[in-house]
């Protein structure tokens, strides 16, 4: 199938700062505020999902962005969440966006939930998904026999992978999953640099500082005042389902949309579902209204 829609065709821009050089897609329009995107564990640009891009892009203006040493930007990953939030915080700065919502999936979420502790006032709603808040359990232990066998798999190559660590062990979840590549797959040019192990080792170091924390567990998020949309696939084996509980539980605007026979790819395997309760949610301005 031929490229359609901006998700496919939307140019890599680069951003330069006094923090380095961003790489960033920039497309849509709509009376919404702009939606920063934030990527997954080792993701770029081209694995954004244009069934759900594409339809949050009608109604707003979407940016996809690469954090430092992610595809085309320039720099070191940081080890932490905490040095991602900060890149996030000088690439908006240099668009000149002073309030955002944000999507955030797996690795993403965590630096949205920094962005809210870091600069409150230039989050004004989080979409959540596949993520889990400081001090969570279960986070990208990709040693797991479970998640180990794929990523041990020669026989699986590029986004093959994705289908089997995005996507549950069933027929129709794994159908979802070759769907899911077939659109990732609509983007002919203009590419991002596949990540290897400069991205992965200090994102995976994140991953584990992420997990410890001092003083009450979770007490930060209950000073996090953004209406927050929390999403997840119940048989997610990257970032357990129960991280998601422990958000909702504890961030004081939350509410908790759990997806069935799905894994970390949750929002890909049920898109259109997903991207509605997403524009609905985005689209509200009183303080909080269920998905």
């Known amino acids: 199938m031929p490229a359609s829609g901006p998700t496919a065709t939307a140019p890599t821009r680069l951003l330069e700062t006094s923090t380095g050089t961003y790489a960033y897609r920039r497309f849509g329009g709509g009376p ?13 640009l081209d ?70 502790q870091d600069r409150p006032s230039i989050l004004r709603r989080m979409i959540l998904v596949g993520t889990a ?4 359990e279960d986070i990208m232990h990709l040693e797991k026999p479970s998640l180990a066998r794929h990523l041990g798999d020669p026989t699986l190559k590029g986004y093959a992978v994705l289908q089997k660590l995005f996507f549950a062990p069933t027929d129709s979840s794994q159908a979802a999953g070759d769907a899911f590549i077939e659109r990732l797959s609509r983007r002919r040019e203009d590419h991002d640099p596949v990540s290897g192990p400069s991205v992965a080792g200090p994102q995976i170091a994140a991953f584990r500082e992420w997990e410890r924390f001092e003083g009450i567990r979770f007490g930060e998020l209950r000073r996090i005042a953004q209406p927050a ?56 301005e009183s303080p909080f209204v269920p998905a």
């Open 133 to 136: 808040p400081r001090g969570g």
């Open 32 to 44: 919404g505020r702009p939606l920063l995107c934030l990527q997954h564990f080792t993701g770029t």
């Open 229 to 284: 949309l929390v999403v997840n696939g119940v048989h997610d084996e990257m970032i357990s389902v129960t991280n998601s509980y422990r958000l909702v539980e504890n961030l004081p605007n939350a509410v908790l949309l759990v997806y069935p026979d799905s894994g970390h790819g949750s929002l890909f395997q049920f898109h259109v579902s997903f991207t509605r309760q997403a524009a609905a949610f985005l689209d509200s």
């Open 47 to 116: 694995n954004w999902d244009p069934a759900v891009i594409d339809p949050l892009a009608s109604g707003r203006e979407v940016v996809l962005f690469d954090n430092a040493g992610v595809g085309r930007s320039s720099g070191e990953v940081p080890p932490t969440i905490a040095g991602m939030a900060k890149h996030a915080l000088s690439f908006l700065n240099g668009l000149g966006l002073t309030e955002v919502d944000v999507l955030g999936f797996s690795l993403g979420g965590m630096v949205a939930l920094q962005l809210a």
